[in-house]
């Protein structure tokens, strides 16, 4: 079955440069990746959806790529904000029927 | 679009009660919902699949007797936690598809359990 990796390390930056996230997974390449932002004592919600013939995906600050020989999407908040910080998930298809395979996801931090 | 609504948000009960949770969509037709559960700093835990008008498909580990989830109808699912215990206190969250081939999970705002 497919497995979803993040860095479960938070990640700390100032406000105004650009965060990246990094999504890997270890087996088929999945037909679309996604990623969920989740604030505490909240449910996920969804921000982008990239499918597997495409390299990139933009949406107002937010970019998001697919690498499927490095098995790798990247997630990038440019000029990040405090309210950017928050939880980010990438999840895949591949789970069995609708079902989507989450990683732990990395806490993002951005400090004034 | 999209928005899936849970209800209560919190509730705290004592032990050997039972306690219902309720997930609706409510501006969409989900033949499909998905029940997770959080810990703290963990990630989401999917417990069941739940299609309307069949029963739920519950993933290996999680108890069907215990956790019992209806999908009575196109927009409602109910997770129902018997005879809870304080070690099934925990975030639960739903989640509902819209029939997408891309499979986007649109979820609740998540309901916290305390038991005592």
């Known amino acids: 079955s497919q497995k979803i990796e993040q860095n479960s390390e938070a990640l700390n930056i100032q406000e105004g440069k650009t965060a990246t996230l990094t999504c890997n997974y270890t087996n088929y390449s999945p037909a679309y990746l996604q990623w969920y932002r989740q604030d505490p004592g909240r449910g996920p919600v969804f921000l982008l959806l990239i499918r597997e013939n495409e390299k990139e995906k933009r949406k107002e600050r937010l970019k998001v790529t697919f690498d499927t020989t490095l098995k790798q999407s990247l997630f990038h908040i440019t000029a990040s904000q405090p309210a950017d910080s928050a939880t980010y998930l990438c999840?895949?298809?591949?789970?069995?029927?609708?079902?989507?395979?989450f990683g732990t996801g990395t806490q993002l931090k951005v400090e004034l | 679009g999209a928005v899936v609504s849970q209800h209560p948000s919190r509730v705290i009960c004592k032990s050997g009660t039972s306690v219902k949770i309720e997930c609706r969509s409510l501006d969409f037709q989900a033949t499909t919902m998905f029940w997770y559960r959080q810990f703290p700093k963990q990630s989401l835990m999917l417990m069941a699949t739940?299609?309307?008008?069949?029963?739920?498909?519950?993933e290996q580990g999680v108890e069907k007797d215990k956790f019992l989830i209806n999908h009575a109808s196109l927009t409602l699912s109910t997770l129902t936690v018997t005879s809870a215990h304080p070690e099934d206190s925990s975030f639960y969250i739903c989640s509902a598809i819209t029939g997408e081939p891309t499979d986007t999970q649109y979820f609740g705002p998540g309901t916290r359990l305390t038991v005592l």
């Open positions: 999840a895949t298809t591949g789970g069995g029927g609708n079902k989507l395979t």
């Open positions: 739940s299609n309307e008008g069949s029963k739920a498909t519950y």
